[in-house]
């Protein structure tokens, strides 16, 4: 008598339920105890140094391509200013280890987004929102944050994320093996769905316990290094009070920042414990011309529209401005001023340009700012004789040397410029805004060869490799096209160099490419 076949439809769901359950007896297999131990603070656990930088370096070279990235000199100064003394306080305190220190990038990219918010990236990336550097009252608040990223990096707390995630897999392949076995079973699909189900929200409760732990660490890592930068304690008391403030209006959207790092109560009091330590420290921080000015210059580069701008140049003959305190009638001027040149306004640029250098003449750095506007306007205006009158060839100040770059490039009188700039990429290889415009000064002074070098060497900057490589490669090109021009044979040889490093480098990361994320 023949035998009853089992229903055609039960096949595949006992193949899927053996493939689940090979895969998970390979995940569920035992590891040795050492692997075990989640990894302790400041421990990467299984990703290396070097790992987390490749997989940094991924994304980031993303961000570089994003329409939103902003190289803005006089922006960059500012906040690498702090970015730097937060460095060199964490490694004073040991939180910042040698080898971190050699093997990450320690690079802060600008973005135009208003969103109020910043983010650590892996490698030692970190992302600042222009929106962040516009609502923060003071440096010291934007130490704060700053202070925060920093700690998430020095704590390898990605790498240590990215360890548990791959422990919790476990826990989910378990569920789906359950869940099959119990839908076999009982013929109800919903019984597997639930358990498949309750195995996810056990891991995702499981991540967000380790992120808090996280938060809390970064928040006392992180205070403990802008006190020790030198920024007061009482900038982190002002930024918790913001961001107090915007978790009690529910956060409209607006602060991407309270829904990364969530303000419970047990993290708002233990910083609040940590500010009552200090006699006398109280939340409210003075407004300063400088950084009123910079939170300025932030909203506007942060493109708000045409109507914004228009709003902000009348405010500054408002009656309101009137009333305000001497810096934040600089920042309102500084903010009209520059809102008035991105509408190409250059009369009412100049004239609140004059104002605001007569606000500020007491204030040399607010000044400094100010004289660095008005040079920006002339040059907007295509003015680049009166630019450069506005500023001091002499200066070795990136924001300086940039427009003094830019007035020369356009009265075709490069000369001056080149050495400067020429000094500035050897110490600053990866700079990748000064490249540009020595490339712009090459072509200037009509010197092609070393113009293509250095529009290479600014795509190696941003990580291109590919585009690096057709740059040397068009260079190379160039020096051995017949009856060309004389060939600096040193010049030369750098550029033979470089085309080879550069080519192992596009290969190394076409193959990096290839994996998966």
């Given at each position: ?261 969530p303000l419970n109560s047990e993290r708002i009091a233990d910083m609040q414990g940590r ?243």
């Amino acid at each position: 008598m023949p035998t009853s076949r089992p229903p055609a439809t039960k096949a595949p769901i006992l193949r899927t339920l053996c493939a689940t359950a090979l895969i998970a007896l390979q995940v569920l297999s035992p590891v040795p105890a050492s692997a075990q131990l989640l990894p302790g603070m400041g421990d990467g656990g299984e990703m290396t140094a070097s790992a987390e930088r490749q997989l940094g370096d991924r994304i980031v070279r993303e961000l570089y391509r994003d329409t939103d990235y902003i190289d803005d000199p006089v922006m960059v100064e500012y906040v690498d200013d702090i970015w730097q003394k937060l460095k060199a306080a964490a490694r004073v305190r040991g939180d910042l280890t040698p080898e971190l220190d050699e093997r990450f990038a320690w690079t802060v990219l600008l973005g135009r987004d208003r969103n109020i918010n910043a983010f650590a990236l892996p490698g030692g990336y970190l992302g600042v929102n222009l929106g962040l550097i516009g609502v923060v009252g003071s440096r010291d608040e934007l130490a704060t944050v700053l202070g925060h990223e920093l700690s998430h990096v020095t704590q390898r707390h990605i790498a240590r994320m990215l360890t548990k995630q791959s422990r919790d897999m476990p826990l989910l392949i378990a569920a789906m093996v359950l869940g099959a076995l119990a839908a076999a079973k009982s013929k109800n699909g919903d019984v597997g769905q639930a358990m498949v189900m309750g195995g996810q929200a056990l891991a995702v409760q499981n991540q967000l316990n380790f992120s808090r732990d996280m938060e809390r660490e970064a928040d006392r890592v992180g205070f403990g290094v802008m006190t020790q930068a030198g920024f007061s304690p009482q900038g982190a008391a002002a930024m918790f009070e913001k961001l107090q403030y915007a978790a009690r209006l529910n956060d409209n959207g607006s602060y991407p920042y309270l829904r990364s790092h969530p303000l419970n109560s047990e993290r708002i009091a233990d910083m609040q414990g940590r500010f009552q330590l200090r006699p006398g420290v109280q939340p409210v921080m003075p407004l300063v011309m400088d950084h009123a000015m910079v939170s300025a210059r932030a909203r506007v580069l942060s493109r708000p529209g045409v109507d914004v701008l228009r709003l902000w140049v009348e405010a500054a003959g408002s009656g309101e401005f009137a009333k305000a305190a001497p810096a934040q009638q600089a920042g309102m001027l500084y903010a009209a001023a520059f809102a008035a040149t991105e509408l190409r306004d250059f009369t009412v640029a100049r004239a609140l340009a004059s104002r605001l250098r007569e606000r500020t003449a007491s204030d040399a750095p607010a000044a400094r700012l100010a004289r660095l506007l008005a040079a920006e306007t002339e040059l907007a205006a295509g003015q680049p004789g009166r630019a450069a009158a506005l500023l001091d060839v002499r200066a070795r100040e990136r924001p300086e040397m940039m427009l003094s770059a830019q007035a020369a490039a356009s009265l075709r009188a490069p000369a001056p410029m080149v050495a400067p700039l020429r000094d500035w990429v050897a110490t600053h290889p990866r700079d990748a805004g000064v490249w540009r415009m020595l490339a712009q000064l090459y072509n200037a002074q009509n010197e092609p060869l070393r113009a293509i070098r250095a529009e290479a060497e600014a795509n190696v900057a941003i990580l291109d490799y590919a585009g690096a490589r057709d740059r040397f490669k068009a260079a190379q090109d160039l020096m051995r096209r017949p009856g060309g021009a004389p060939v600096d044979h040193y010049e030369a040889s750098i550029i033979d160099t470089r085309a080879r490093e550069v080519e192992q480098l596009a290969r190394e990361q076409f193959a990096e490419d290839k994996k998966p994320m």
